[in-house]
């Protein structure tokens, strides 16, 4: 599995994870088998959240997915905004490593911004970071003027990662998010890369320039498409999959190698469009 260094953290991780959102309607055996399946075959970045089910997937599916194999997991977990106080998001992230049953995130993010000053959610992810509870911190479907407001607060080498909806069908954060994030040494992590159900057909125009491109190389139009998205070292993915040959399917993407042409054939099929007004976020 082929790992970069995640931002600033100087931690090296797959540069495909696995996504636990909207999990709690899967089948709980199955998903957890998936998920320690992922981590067999080198998917060790685990995303989770309060927010997901309740609390209950990072309760009934990650930790067990995890038992005794903390070590192995770069494990995340999202505060929900309305949370996130200073004392709030102190409380909110026990109360996920107590869900988790482990005693620390390897980074904890902000899920989206709200309506609570950043300057008290930075205060308290530095306070979780010098009590060792959180190894480094970052925030989800934040914009560049969202981010330049954390970094004012933070100060420069602080934010380890911005998590934020990427896939062929939705590039907006190339227009200004991803170079900003690449100029302040900011991981960028895709989430729902597959477009949450929502893939190119098979029949459309993209959707054949995809399955022409994998026939080629033997793989899957998802696998194609994963790859085009991590093409950049600054960006890692986060596909969900709850079953084993999904699970597989991703883990192989990583080993996919396209060339310049078939980056640029996939890039023309599906234009990044005008850069709009506000990030997009589901």
Request: net charge neutral.
């Given at each position: 599995m082929e790992t970069r260094?995640?931002?600033?953290?100087?931690?090296a991780v797959p540069v495909i994870g696995q996504g636990t959102w909207q999990m709690e309607d899967d089948d709980a055996a199955a998903a957890i088998r998936a998920l320690r399946a992922g981590l067999d075959l080198g998917l060790t970045h685990l995303d989770t959240a309060e927010l997901y089910g309740q609390g209950r997937v990072e309760e009934a599916l990650v930790a067990k997915a995890i038992a005794g194999r903390r070590d192995e997991v770069f494990l995340v977990s999202k505060v929900m905004p309305s949370n996130?106080?200073?004392?709030?998001?102190?409380?909110?992230?026990?109360?996920?490593?107590?869900?988790?049953?482990?005693?620390?995130?390897?980074?904890?993010?902000?899920?989206?911004?709200?309506?609570?000053p950043l300057e008290g959610t930075?205060?308290?992810?530095?306070?979780?970071?010098?009590?060792?509870?959180?190894?480094?911190?970052?925030?989800?479907?934040?914009?560049?003027?969202?981010?330049?407001?954390?970094?004012?607060?933070?100060?420069?080498?602080?934010?380890?990662c911005n998590q934020v909806l990427y896939h062929l069908e939705e590039r907006a954060i190339e227009h200004a998010v991803v170079p900003w994030c690449e100029s302040q040494g900011v991981a960028v992590v895709a989430y729902s890369p597959f477009g949450n159900g929502q893939f190119p057909s098979p029949t459309s125009a993209g959707g054949k320039v995809l399955a022409s491109i994998a026939n080629a190389h033997g793989v899957t139009p998802f696998?194609?498409?994963?790859?085009?998205?991590?093409?950049?070292?600054?960006?890692?993915?986060?596909?969900?999959?709850?079953?084993?040959?999904h699970v597989r399917d991703n883990a192989s993407a990583a080993s996919l190698k396209l060339?310049?042409?078939?980056?640029?054939?996939?890039?023309?099929?599906?234009p990044k469009g005008d850069e709009p007004d506000e990030l997009p976020v589901i």
């Open positions: 260094v995640f931002g600033n953290t100087g931690v996130a106080t200073r004392r709030g998001t102190v409380a909110a992230c026990e109360r996920s490593l107590k869900r988790l049953g482990t005693d620390r995130l390897d980074c904890y993010l902000l899920h989206w911004p709200g309506s609570h930075v205060e308290a992810f530095e306070e979780l970071v010098a009590a060792g509870k959180i190894r480094s911190w970052g925030v989800s479907n934040f914009g560049v003027e969202d981010l330049e407001e954390v970094l004012a607060l933070a100060g420069k080498g602080r934010i380890a696998q194609v498409a994963l790859q085009f998205l991590v093409r950049r070292p600054s960006v890692f993915a986060i596909p969900k999959a709850s079953d084993m040959a060339t310049p042409e078939e980056l640029q054939r996939i890039d023309a099929a599906f």
